[in-house]
């Protein structure tokens, strides 16, 4: 039997073929690019469609090589200044129309599927209109309709494995951790969200439940692989046509739409379709050799990246399709991302073509956030988080995460120690098919790097027995790099949610420590967390009072002695409707109180203090 190895390198070389392929056939076809036609002003182009939109005889059409290149105009939208159209040929159905634009430039084509025919509207710097015959590769990247898996029952029958949770996955995010019985027709991984990017899975569907033997599970990692590559975008990936229906009536500006077709055949979608009603087409591919979650899920990854205006990566010996640096276990989305099939650590990253063969210096990034004006994630933790401790100064994943939005980002927890204190701990990426590689600091009071973990070729970062002297402490987490960009890859696009398990126990536990009389402020949570203060009452005292001051959102506080207080153990509290609260003990016992601050709702510039007396 061959190895897994080989197969994989099969899979690679029967993907990149595919571009050799459609490339020759186009030059025995003779469809090489025709001298361009002006067909006038931006003004005029877009006065035409409108007309046209407004009276279906208004009809706009050019010539070109005794080819007829005219549309029927099946969705028409303008927001803010900016059109979107799209259709079909008059003379085939089996065709896609999109043009898109402003008063100053726009941008589309006409593609005829059926004879392989394919013409571009583009802006020159005069503002003047051009419509050119282009190869239909040109694009659609990935179109090949002879395509053929050519690959032996032996072995289509080797599995591949699927990536691997890591146990901290616990939904600290929509598309966070595996599969919990969700309705998948139903999926969403931002709702609410104005950007919507729908999976048209219904082809594939009986009701509920998927077709062809696919689990739910499987069709929840698909959508789930397709959310995680654009988890740093405020875009919500859904497999819910009525969210699609809602965004797409209030601004198809801002959606997409992948169809999942229920026979096998090589995926593929047109360039800079987002924002328009011209679908991609995603086939199921059942016997991929990969798990169809995972498989389906980068396929679908990359053909979206497509429709969002990127690419291909192209370089080295993937030719068309860069096939990634195996030492590093890293390649690009939209490359040979099946290389990575055998990987333990796979890491797959939007490009900006740093790597030494690249000849695709298109940055992705920027594509998708500035072309497509779809925007970055707010940041999570823009300014600091006390780290929060639980009983034994326990760090809990689900009480201790974040996202790193983009490259310049890095979220800083904070926490401070009395005596000399042990840490360990472990920060993991969250997502399935993950792009964030965590690099993590201690950094002491004076602002030096105490300790410092990116583990190699791992994706997570690890503090193991780290002994920490009494102070106050920074941990800062950030996408990690490895190797060079030339040979290895930045953090341009290590981005992606982490969450964090581990101990930071001896003298202290790690909270926070209050002076009496004295508040700490500029405290804040999340809605659903707790935040832990300690303070060492001396024996003798009358009393002591404990107080929080916010104007926002609802903190509420609960305070025991010798341990964590929660709900349900504490020696007072406080639970008003508001974040201003007190609660005092007379005649208190000597020891360390733990003050327990939970957010009912979201709070920030909150000050806590206690007080003893006398």
Not at 102 to 111: H, M, S, W
Not at 119 to 139: C, F, R
Not at 323 to 337: K, T, V
Request: glycine share 12%; charged share 15%; proline share 4%.
């Amino acid at each position: 039997m061959k190895s897994k190895q080989t197969l994989f390198l099969l899979m690679a070389a029967a993907f990149a073929a595919g571009a050799t392929a459609q490339t020759e056939l186009a030059s025995a076809q003779g469809e090489r690019p025709a001298p361009g036609m002006e067909i006038g002003s931006v003004d005029a182009v877009l006065s035409g469609f409108a007309a046209q939109h407004a009276n279906g005889r208004s009809m706009q059409v050019q010539s070109m090589r005794g080819n007829t290149v005219a549309a029927h105009i099946r969705d028409y939208a303008k927001k803010n200044g900016v059109v979107s159209i799209s259709g079909t040929a008059v003379d085939t159905p089996d065709s896609v129309f999109v043009l898109k634009g402003n008063k100053k430039a726009v941008y589309g084509y006409l593609l005829k599927y059926d004879t392989r025919k394919a013409y571009e509207y583009t802006t020159d710097s005069a503002g003047k209109v051009w419509l050119t015959e282009v190869p239909i590769t040109k694009i659609v990247p990935d179109f090949d309709p002879e395509f053929r898996d050519k690959r032996s029952a032996a072995m289509l029958a080797m599995a591949v494995s699927h990536p691997v949770y890591s146990p901290m996955a616990l939904r600290q995010a929509r598309h966070i951790g595996p599969y919990q019985n969700e309705d998948v027709t139903q999926l969403q991984s931002k709702p609410g969200s104005p950007y919507v990017f729908y999976l048209n899975i219904t082809a594939v569907m009986n009701g509920s439940t998927p077709l062809n033997g696919v689990t739910k599970e499987n069709m929840y990692r698909a959508w789930q692989s397709i959310a995680d590559q654009y988890s740093m975008l405020n875009l919500n990936v859904t497999t819910s046509r009525a969210v699609y229906d809602a965004a797409r009536t209030t601004n198809l500006l801002r959606t997409g739409i992948i169809n999942f077709i229920n026979q096998d055949g090589r995926s593929f979608a047109p360039l800079r379709s987002f924002g328009t009603t011209a679908a991609g087409t995603l086939y199921r591919n059942p016997s991929s050799g990969f798990d169809y979650g995972y498989g389906i899920g980068m396929t679908g990854a990359h053909e979206v990246g497509h429709q969002m205006g990127m690419n291909h990566d192209r370089g080295g010996n993937g030719g068309e399709y860069f096939e990634g640096i195996a030492a590093y276990q890293w390649g690009p989305i939209m490359g040979n991302y099946w290389m990575g099939g055998g990987w333990a650590n796979q890491l797959f990253t939007w490009s900006r073509g740093e790597y030494t063969t690249a000849s695709n210096f298109e940055d992705d990034l920027r594509i998708m956030t500035v072309d497509e004006a779809v925007p970055y994630m707010a940041d999570d933790i823009p300014t600091t988080r006390a780290l929060t401790l639980g009983t034994g100064g326990a760090i809990d994943p689900t009480r201790n995460f974040g996202q790193i939005e983009r490259n310049t980002d890095t979220d800083t927890f904070t926490f401070t120690t009395t005596g000399t204190t042990t840490l360990n701990l472990r920060i993991d990426p969250l997502e399935y098919l993950r792009m964030l590689d965590v690099d993590a600091s201690i950094l002491n009071a004076a602002g030096a790097v105490v300790s410092r973990s990116n583990l190699g070729v791992n994706r997570s970062a690890q503090f193991t027995n780290l002994s920490l002297p009494a102070g106050s402490y920074r941990l800062v987490v950030r996408g990690g790099a490895e190797g060079t960009p030339a040979n290895g890859f930045s953090n341009y696009s290590s981005l992606g949610h982490y969450a964090m398990k581990g101990t930071l126990a001896g003298a202290g536990g790690g909270y926070p420590v209050l002076g009496n009389g004295v508040a700490l402020t500029g405290q804040g949570a999340a809605a659903g967390s707790w935040q832990y203060y300690t303070i060492d009452v001396p024996a003798g005292k009358t009393q002591v009072a404990f107080a929080l001051n916010g104007g926002n959102g609802d903190a509420d506080m609960f305070v025991k002695l010798g341990g964590t207080p929660t709900t349900a153990s504490y020696n007072c509290k406080s639970d008003g409707p508001s974040s201003v609260e007190n609660c005092s003990i007379n005649a208190p016992a000597a020891g360390r109180y733990y003050v327990g601050v939970y957010a009912y709702s979201a709070y920030n510039t909150l000050s806590v203090k206690a007080t003893y007396a006398p």
